[in-house]
């Protein structure tokens, strides 16, 4: 089973600028990508990004693109999630998930970002 930890996440204000990462163990050949998602109290969850571990292939949230970059490495098991330009509504608790061909599987326990304005 693929295990999950993010850190990265804290308090910033608007304009300024995060780095996530998700760390990760477990994996196998059927583990094909990694998101990231963000719930914000009251909202369901959303997806933020996600990257292919296959061929680096990424996609981003129309409400992030341009300013939230997503990266990996794939010998460090290691995915991060720059995040520029932040928002107040930004402001949520996000995960990372592992895509495994059928479903996000495996999940992280969350890092708050607060954005204040």
């Known amino acids: 089973e693929v295990q999950l930890v993010e850190s990265g996440g804290g308090l910033v204000q608007a304009g300024g600028s995060l780095r996530l990462s998700c760390a990760a163990s477990g994996f196998t050949s059927d583990d094909y990508a990694i998101g990231w998602f963000r719930q914000a109290p009251g909202m369901e969850r959303e997806g933020v990004s996600c990257i292919s571990r296959s061929d680096g292939s990424t996609d981003y949230a129309d409400s992030v693109k341009g300013r939230f970059t997503i990266s990996g490495d794939n010998a460090k098991n290691t995915v991060w999630l720059q995040m520029n330009s932040l928002k107040p509504e930004d402001t949520a608790v996000y995960y990372c998930?592992?895509?495994?061909?059928?479903?996000?599987?495996?999940w992280g326990q969350g890092t708050q970002v607060t954005v204040s304005s």
């Open positions: 998930a592992d895509w495994d061909g059928r479903r996000w599987g495996s």
